[in-house]
C-alpha cells in the first residue's frame, strides 16, 4: 500500500505561482512513477505531469514551459512548480503514484484545490 497526502493549493492570480507537494509513505520501491493529474467542473481528469522512478519525465502541452516536476527521493516527495498561472488552470489537482506491477490500482491523493482569478 502507498499513502499519499497533498499540499500546496489556493487561491492565486492570474500570473502567480503555486507549488503543490505530495508526500508517499508505505511501499515506495512499489511505485514505477509519481505524477499530477487535474480535474476542472465538468471535465475529464487529465495529466499534468509524470516522474519516473528513473528520473524521465512526461509533461502535458498545456503546461510545458510553465509547470515544472521534480521530486526529492530522500524525502519521498514530489513536487509541482506551477508558474505563469492561468484561469485555465483552475481545477482539482490530484497526486498519483503507478505501481511497477500491472495488477495493483494506480495510488491517488484526496486532491487540493487550485483557483487562478482573471
Known amino acids: 500500500q502507498v499513502q499519499l497526502v497533498e499540499s500546496g493549493g489556493g487561491l492565486v492570480q492570474a500570473g502567480g505561482s503555486l507549488r503543490l507537494s505530495c508526500a508517499a509513505s508505505?511501499?515506495?520501491?512499489?511505485?514505477?512513477?509519481m505524477g499530477w493529474y487535474r480535474q476542472a467542473p465538468g471535465k475529464q481528469r487529465e495529466l499534468v505531469a509524470a516522474?519516473?522512478?528513473?528520473?524521465?519525465?512526461n509533461v502535458a502541452d498545456s503546461v510545458k514551459g510553465r509547470f515544472t516536476i521534480s521530486r526529492d527521493s530522500a524525502k519521498n516527495t514530489v513536487y509541482l512548480q506551477m508558474n505563469s498561472l492561468k484561469p485555465e488552470d483552475t481545477a482539482v489537482y490530484y497526486c498519483?503514484?503507478?505501481?511497477?506491477?500491472?495488477?495493483?490500482?494506480?495510488?491517488w491523493g484526496q486532491g487540493t484545490q487550485v483557483t487562478v482569478s482573471s
Open positions: 508505505g511501499s515506495i520501491l512499489s511505485i514505477a512513477a
Open positions: 516522474i519516473s522512478a528513473g528520473g524521465s519525465r
Open positions: 498519483n503514484a503507478r505501481p511497477r506491477s500491472s495488477y495493483l490500482d494506480d495510488y
